[in-house]
């Protein structure tokens, strides 16, 4: 129910003019109130030469035998080990959901403009301590007909249009993966969140950290059990973007709505309290739902709104995370 928005065409909106400086002066609202506070976490808990395999070298006097590379020592004749990284850079990965969904708001921002904020708030923090950072990006697969009415239950998900963007460390390539995520057109249709997000389990990765910026208005068995994977090996972060009319409805009287994943069209009576009270009942149960499955899959939990300064619930919710932390709990 939460999901239906304004009436809009089915076809692509065109994407939002992202000039240099307005990514600049988003970066530069970023460095002012969050800057710091991110910084200073790495994956490794112990000082010392590491524990992440690395490169392997010829073997010289004095190296410590039990990291000796017997494999390519077998494959040379040469008597090589193994190096080993320590875990001092931290790699991050976006998992960026850009579904139709997300091209809806009636507060400040556009949900679509608080993942890009979101995203350049994460890339930014991430690139200033060393560290590396990659995406993938996932929207909508085809174009989804309006329909009056549509009998029997909604069409399938389908992969969606999925692009990897590799994790690398760097200003430049930092401004690249913000670029490239602020100017992804939004497709029509339904994308499937549990294969933008598996798509970071497959091949596994060093462990380090990912955020999984959404709506999450998909349904939770299709995206909960990636979220656990997920978790085994990283710490994980779900940003949830929503706006305050999948909340609640205003009383307008007749409003059309659509679902922009599948063109299904309504006209809702919106002046029936009763109505009302049931669309308020059902996004809370959907709210709740979604909580639980991020919360079941260990994920840290920060919900971004459309109507509310974002910036201020990140460093609220940062500062808690520390705060945690320091007194020896995990969340």
Do not use: C
């Not at 910084?39 to 030469?49: E, F």
């Not at 998992?95 to 969904?101: E, F, K, N, T, Y």
């Not at 590396?132 to 249009?161: C, D, E, K, L, N």
């Amino acid at each position: 129910m939460a999901r239906a928005a304004a009436v809009t065409s089915p076809t692509p909106r065109p994407v939002p003019d992202r000039s240099e400086a307005v990514l600049s002066r988003l970066q530069l609202l970023v460095t002012r109130k969050l800057d710091g506070l991110l910084q200073g976490d790495y994956a490794g808990l112990l000082p010392g030469p590491g524990s992440e395999a690395g490169e392997s070298r010829e073997y010289r006097p004095g190296d410590d035998v039990r990291r000796m590379d017997w494999p390519v020592t077998a494959r040379t004749t040469t008597p090589h080990v193994r190096r080993t990284v320590a875990d001092r850079e931290l790699e991050t990965w976006l998992a960026v959901d850009l579904s139709a969904s997300l091209d809806f708001g009636t507060g400040k921002w556009l949900k679509r403009e608080v993942v890009v904020a979101a995203v350049a708030a994460i890339t930014h923090l991430t690139v200033r301590g060393g560290n590396r950072i990659g995406a993938v990006i996932g929207t909508g697969g085809g174009s989804a007909p309006a329909r009056r009415w549509r009998v029997g239950p909604p069409p399938p998900a389908g992969p969606g249009v999925l692009t990897r963007l590799p994790a690398r460390s760097g200003r430049k390539e930092a401004q690249g993966l913000l670029r490239t995520v602020a100017g992804t057109a939004i497709q029509p249709g339904r994308g499937d969140l549990g294969a933008l997000i598996e798509m970071l389990n497959r091949p596994p990765r060093r462990r380090g950290v990912v955020v999984v910026v959404s709506d999450f208005l998909a349904p939770p068995e299709q995206w909960a059990r990636p979220m656990r994977k997920l978790r085994v090996r990283h710490d994980v972060l779900a940003i949830e973007v929503i706006d305050p009319r999948e909340l609640e409805l205003p009383d307008v009287g007749v409003l059309p709505v659509v679902d922009p994943e599948t063109g299904e069209l309504h006209e809702v009576q919106t002046a029936d309290p009763r109505l009302r009270q049931r669309y308020a009942d059902a996004a809370t149960a959907q709210r709740a739902a979604i909580a639980a499955a991020l919360r079941g899959a260990g994920a840290a939990h920060l919900r971004l709104r459309t109507d509310r300064d974002w910036l201020l619930d990140m460093v609220r919710f940062v500062a808690a995370q520390r705060h945690a932390r320091t007194r020896g709990t995990t969340r």
